[in-house]
């Protein structure tokens, strides 16, 4: 819950690109803006669509009208949700935090996926998930990546399409 204090001030600026300070390189300076922090959000979902303790704060903070639109705009970011479709409100969290980071500038790098405790399938999900993310995520960060956000790793969950 301390992210206001050690993890904005950090996403607020690019990442170091590695360089010299006074580097007058065009690559090196090119490589910088496309350079991203990494955030991924692995949560699920309590009660009647409430966040858990852990990540409550963090979404309070996403629903501010006061928060900037460009709060993320240094930061590339995935989200894996956690939740069980015999509920009304399956992933609402993840589906609420992949929304509003994107609506605040962050840079998707993997489609949202939930996986679904009520099928019985959740390691069928979670499993590629977490086998892919790092690999992708150091792409995008890096700013080797594709950049072509909502399409990376679409695995076909389609679940990121209903934000509610």
Request: net charge negative; with cysteine; aromatic share 6%.
């Amino acid at each position: 819950n301390d992210f206001k204090k050690k993890c904005l001030p950090i996403w607020e600026l690019p990442p170091a690109d590695g360089t010299p300070p006074n580097s007058s390189s065009t690559n090196a300076n090119n490589a910088a803006k496309a350079r991203k922090h990494g955030i991924l959000v692995i949560t699920s979902t309590t009660g009647n669509a409430d966040p858990p303790e852990n990540i409550s704060r963090f979404t309070r903070y996403l629903k501010r009208r006061t928060t900037s639109p460009q709060t993320f705009t240094n930061c590339s970011y995935a989200v894996l949700g956690l939740g069980d479709t015999n509920y009304d409100s399956f992933c609402a969290t993840a589906k609420l935090v992949d929304r509003k980071i994107g609506e605040l500038g962050g840079n998707r790098v993997k489609k949202l996926v939930c996986a679904d405790e009520g099928t019985g399938t959740m390691e069928e999900v979670i499993d590629p998930w977490l086998d892919s993310i790092l690999g992708v995520m150091e792409l995008e960060c890096s700013g080797s990546g594709s950049g072509v956000g909502d399409d990376i790793g679409d695995d076909g969950n389609d679940d990121a399409a209903d934000n509610g």
